[in-house]
């Protein structure tokens, strides 16, 4: 996630939800850095006692000699002691905890949010420790969140996930000395955060094969292809204006898919409710997606059920038009791998793909026509 390893005097905010999991991924990171390192790992929480810190860690089996904790929420006395003990690490959980008190502020506010994580910056970069700091991502403004820090700091991490879903994704959204947009897949369980290492695997296990309105999809997360199910529920409308509802699909776009579909084929769906969903709480940022999305769009609205060992790739132009995507291969590879075995693509796919048996399509009409819909 962070491009190769933790860089010295580096200031990291990770940010996330409360609950999330923050403070359990952080604690095993510190746990493992200090079982790996000569030097001690400094986890300070403003928000925990140290007993309950402890007690967690200590759940987790994570019992490194070499970590310390300390409950303190004034900035400078962090400061002086990440000063004094010289960690390979040091943890600020959270920064909206922490407090200077020389700053006329409340806890939590913008104020006292830059001022704090100013002096840490300060830290880091002079005594080239690094620093993570938490953030909690608030609803009402009331606190202020890790956005407004995310210029001064080097890397900017986000963990996310429904509470009731069991897996989490680390995304980086900055990063100074590394690439971007990576992620990393994660399920919680008993003893904290365990990586998921195959996640297209895991988030297509639960399908349902042969299902109407089920589409998979390739989306590059960063560097790394990783295979989607994207549902959609189509049924008639009670209602003057119909629903037009994504859950981890853009909604813009689905207006679009949905207007392209109406206008360029002869899907009826003025009169239509139109839900989709992207499988496993994950979200699809990609226009790449577009094909899979309106796909299944018209296998609901037909109750035709598509080929469960076929994928798409393609993003849907205004006139219906398929355009291509990137990193064309590296996807269709994925897809092989987890047993997919043909793959609608758009006709400006290069001429020398392999891995999959694909079929090449100009226009959505023409995708809906090759599978029969
Ligand atoms: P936590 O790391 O405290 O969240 P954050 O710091 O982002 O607020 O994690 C909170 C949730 O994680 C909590 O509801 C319980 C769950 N959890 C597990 O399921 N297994 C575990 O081993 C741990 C430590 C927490
Ligand atoms: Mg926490």
Known sequence: MLGGGIVKGSLTLIGGDPGVGKST?????????????????????????????????????LNSQNLLFLSETDADTI???????????????SIQSVMAHDVEALPGSVSQLRECALRFLQLAKSSGTPVFLVGHVTKDGSIAGPKVLEHMVDTVLYLEGERFNQYRLLRSTKNRFGPTHEVGVFEMQGKGLVEVSNPSAVFLAERAQSAAGSVVTVAMEGTRPILQEIQALVSRSSLAMPRRSATGFDANRLHLLTAVLSRRTNIPLHDQDVYLNVVGGLRVEEPSADLAAALAIVSSTRDHPLPSDMIALGEVGLSGELRGVGQLEQRLREAAKLGFLRALVPSSAPASLRDIDVTRVATVRDALRSVNL
């Open 25 to 61: 991924l952080l604690t095993q990171v510190a746990n493992t850095v200090a079982e790996s390192s000569q030097q001690c790992v400094l986890y300070v929480s403003g928000e925990e006692s140290v007993a309950q810190v402890g007690l967690r860690a200590r759940r987790m089996r």
């Open 79 to 93: 400061v002086a002691t990440i000063r004094e003990s010289g960690p390979s690490v040091a943890i600020v959980d």
